[in-house]
């Protein structure tokens, strides 16, 4: 990653921390981009290029990236389910040690705020096709089913991680929820 790239990562990561800071404390709708700006220290043309809508702060993240690379670096072995659960529980082990803040303020905020519940839907669309993209044309509709089988498998595991306080340890709550879901660990 060249410096200006980490440059842009930096500043994109300052104003969503900012932003969630803003809407934990006074709330999401009275919370205002002119704010986020003026907390992260940028300009709101500066949000704006980063976050083109006010819920992109909040759902704005590299999951689909990182999932193409995971489920890539992963052995292609096992059905498509256990494949994809395997990414996942690899994901969710990496961001709940690295992010676990940011993710728990992210989800509680998705949580309560409904206007961030309807375009979380399309975080899931994305993070599904990843995952077909990832595993390819060849199984792109058995890679869809399983794909969104385990996503669901994930949402039910992050929405009792954040009612926990995200206390427990999320990639063992996916892990109970996928085995009471397919009968087996991934």
């Keep these: 990653m060249s410096l200006r790239d980490r440059q842009r990562a930096d500043t994109r990561q ?17 919370t205002t981009v002119n704010g986020v700006a003026a907390a ?11 976050f083109p809508t ?5 759902l ?32 969710l082990d990496l961001v709940a040690t690295t992010e676990h803040d940011l993710l728990l303020a992210r989800l509680r905020l998705m949580i309560s705020t409904p206007a961030l519940q309807a375009r979380h839907l399309d975080s899931q669309f994305r993070l599904q096709e990843a995952f077909v993209n990832a595993i390819g044309p ?23 991680w954040a009612a926990d306080d995200g206390e427990p340890d999320l990639a063992d709550l996916f892990r109970e929820a996928f085995t009471a879901t397919f009968g087996h660990a991934p």
């Excluded at 006010?54 to 909040?58: A, G, P």
């Excluded at 060849?138 to 009792?160: D, F, I, K, N, P």
Aim: no cysteine.
């Design 60 to 91: 704005y993240d590299d999951f689909d990236q990182l999932t193409a690379a995971t489920i890539a670096e992963l052995p292609a072995t096992g059905s498509l389910t256990d494949r994809i659960g395997r990414t996942v529980v690899t994901i």
């Design 14 to 30: 300052r104003i969503q921390r900012q932003a969630l800071r803003l809407f934990t404390d006074r709330g999401y709708d009275a």
């Design 54 to 58: 006010k819920e992109d702060l909040v």
């Design 138 to 160: 060849s199984q792109e509709y058995g890679a869809r089913a399983a794909a969104s089988a385990v996503l669901g498998v994930t949402h039910t595991a992050l929405l009792r």
């Design 40 to 50: 992260a220290g940028v300009s709101a043309m500066t949000v704006y290029r980063n």
